[in-house]
């Protein structure tokens, strides 16, 4: 199967960037639409971006404008540049592949450790 390997997490004041990656092993990386999803403590692990497979992005609207998801097919790897993060942002950020269907993206595969943002000042 697809292993997804994020990173790029870290400790960044409010206001900061980062830039998060995952990386997919094996062939075929261009026909999977892909989504990063995030999970804070005690909270519902909620989508953040997704990418279709020619590289359409949609986000969560609290991140519009904040947060860029791009691809780079030709080395197997989607990323999440993060700028002027918020307390909220802090989180443990999870990279999947999926497809969408009517709209909708449902991710496949098994979740990874993902990778911690904090946040603090």
């Known amino acids: 199967q697809v292993q997804l390997v994020e990173s790029g997490g870290g400790l960044v004041q409010p206001g900061g960037s980062l830039r998060l990656s995952c990386v997919a092993s094996?062939?075929?990386?261009?026909?999977?639409?892909m989504g990063w999803y995030r999970q804070a403590p005690g909270k519902e692990r909620e989508l953040v971006a997704t990418i279709t497979t020619t590289g359409h992005p949609k986000y969560l609207d609290s991140v519009e404008g904040r947060f860029t998801i791009s691809r780079d097919n030709a080395k197997n790897t989607v990323y999440l540049q993060m700028n002027s993060l918020e307390l909220e942002d802090a989180a443990v950020y999870y990279c999947?592949?999926?497809?969408?269907?009517?709209?909708?993206?449902?991710?496949?595969?098994?979740w990874g450790q993902g990778t911690q943002v904090t946040v603090s000042s």
């Open positions: 094996g062939n075929h990386f261009s026909i999977d639409a």
């Open positions: 999947t592949r999926g497809t969408f269907y009517g709209g909708r993206y449902f991710p496949s595969g098994s």
